[in-house]
């Protein structure tokens, strides 16, 4: 099974900066079709999740610019441009290359 | 647009099994996939499986043993069951769809979550 690692687990943040999420996999995530196989979602206070990035880098429909998505084989980024007050919630990366397996989460708040 | 409500009981006892069904409305399962996912209280979210409309599953390695998802296409329902509970299935489930998009130079395509139920509890206690 391939474990997903995020850091930190906690983001004290303040609005206006930036803010960034690791995700390391126990085992590459590159498919053999040259593409990422990595999603990210964000579940905000007493809501469901919901997807921000799919593929690694692909930013789903509706989703602000200022959240972007990076990494290559084990090592994955999530970054937040400007955090704004309504980005607070739990951020979970997702490897889909063998199955799927969730990070821990990363619990983003405001400072 | 598509909309997903999970439902079944609230309070299963352990060793019995836990069936719980999610009604698609405002859209069709056909030509889509189907997932469940579930969240301890307080804890993260894990993937438990998913099922194409035509019926073909991938499951988690970790409950394969207990695991069975259903779908019924008349009804616009799909299904999952989990036989020989304990509390550490005690959680909240949801049910989701997964959207295709292609991959480039690819026959086939990406899947990814892209519509969730708003979940539903369930208590393993006796």
């Known amino acids: 099974d391939i474990v997903m690692t995020q850091s930190p687990l906690s983001l004290p943040v303040t609005p206006g900066e930036p803010a960034s999420i690791s995700c390391r996999s126990s085992q590459s995530l590159l498919h053999s079709n040259g593409y990422i196989y990595l999603d990210w979602y964000v579940q905000k206070p007493g809501q469901s999740p919901q997807v921000l990035i799919y593929m690694g880098s692909n930013r789903a429909s509706g989703v602000p610019d200022r959240f972007s998505g990076s990494g290559a084989g084990t090592d994955f980024t999530l970054k937040i441009s400007r955090v704004e007050a309504e980005d607070v919630g739990v951020y979970y990366c997702?490897?889909?290359?063998?199955?799927?397996?969730f990070g821990q989460g990363t619990k983003v708040e405001i400072k | 647009q598509v909309q997903l409500q999970e439902s079944g009981p609230g309070l299963v006892k352990p060793s019995e099994t836990l069936s719980l069904t999610c009604t698609v409305s405002g859209g069709s399962l056909t030509n889509y996939y189907w997932s469940w996912i579930r969240q301890p209280t307080g804890k993260g979210l894990e993937w438990i499986g998913y099922i194409y409309y035509s019926g073909n599953t991938n499951y988690s390695p970790s409950l394969k043993s207990r695991l069975t998802m259903s779908v019924d296409t008349s009804k616009n329902q799909f299904s999952l069951k989990l036989t020989s509970v304990t509390a550490a299935d005690t959680a909240v489930y949801y049910c989701?769809?997964?959207?295709?998009?292609?991959?480039?130079?690819?026959?086939?395509?990406?899947?990814?979550?892209?519509?969730w139920g708003k979940g539903t509890t369930v208590t393993v206690s006796s």
């Open positions: 997702m490897q889909t290359v063998q199955g799927r397996t």
């Open positions: 989701a769809r997964l959207l295709a998009t292609a991959v480039p130079g690819a026959t086939y395509n990406y899947h990814y979550i892209h519509v």
